[in-house]
């Protein structure tokens, strides 16, 4: 069983569901994205994405007309595998068609690139063995991408990310919930005190590079809710 937080990009708010490994993802329809291929090789007990990204896969795999087999989804930072600020720790992302046919992937591809579903569609020749598209959203805290700037009042996946990593480096925010409250507020305050940054309490460029850098690929802690 998995407990799935979903932001509601409609409501502005975060859900939260309780599913099977072996039931379809919140919001899916017709069961062409599951919990386990979502979750992929994520160990974690605790899941987030967004209403929209899973709208975007439905309409994906209805314009493709056939199976889209996931390789990677979802990873919580500590868990490792992707980038500095990748959006598969916000559970936007996906990297798929690695067992299609070349063929086959290169129309996966197009139909991606030409749907308008997606935030961003990787270029075909920077992944010719899979295909990457995402979901992602708001306007990112450093000129060079990533996640958007997050403050107290904030509400969506992206305060899931940052609520992982401060509870792993041992700044309790009160809980895992991608509601930027007082108490995520004082920990990220805490935080920045502690690295040397100015203690704003906002999740901006800098501090979202600190926070990325310490945390991804280390491993969960004693302190790490899950």
């Not at 605790?46 to 209403?51: N, P």
Request: glycine share 12%; net charge positive.
């Amino acid at each position: 069983m998995a407990k799935i937080l979903v932001f509601n990009n409609d409501l502005d708010r975060m859900e939260t569901y309780t599913r099977a490994e072996s039931a379809p993802m919140p919001y899916n329809t017709n069961g062409t994205l599951r919990v386990r291929e979502f979750r992929g090789s994520s160990k974690s007990n605790i899941l987030w994405t967004t209403k929209r990204t899973m709208q975007a896969w439905n309409s994906q795999r209805y314009i493709f007309g056939g199976p889209i087999p996931v390789g990677f989804a979802f990873k919580r930072p500590y868990e490792g595998g992707h980038g500095n600020q990748s959006q598969h720790y916000a559970g936007v992302a996906f990297d798929v068609g690695q067992t299609l046919s070349s063929a086959r992937r290169r129309a996966l591809w197009n139909s991606a690139n030409s749907s308008g579903v997606w935030a961003y569609v990787e270029p075909y020749s920077l992944t010719p063995t899979w295909v990457h598209f995402d979901k992602r959203f708001g306007r990112p805290a450093c000129s060079t991408g990533g996640y958007p700037l997050l403050k107290r009042g904030s509400i969506s996946n992206y305060v899931c990310i940052a609520q992982d990593n401060l509870n792993t480096l041992g700044y309790s925010t009160g809980g895992l919930d991608g509601i930027f409250g007082a108490q995520t507020q004082r920990a990220v305050r805490a935080y920045q005190t502690k690295v040397g940054l100015t203690a704003d309490g906002i999740v901006g460029c800098n501090t979202w590079s600190a926070l990325q850098e310490a945390v991804i690929g280390t491993g969960a802690t004693s302190t790490t809710i899950n």
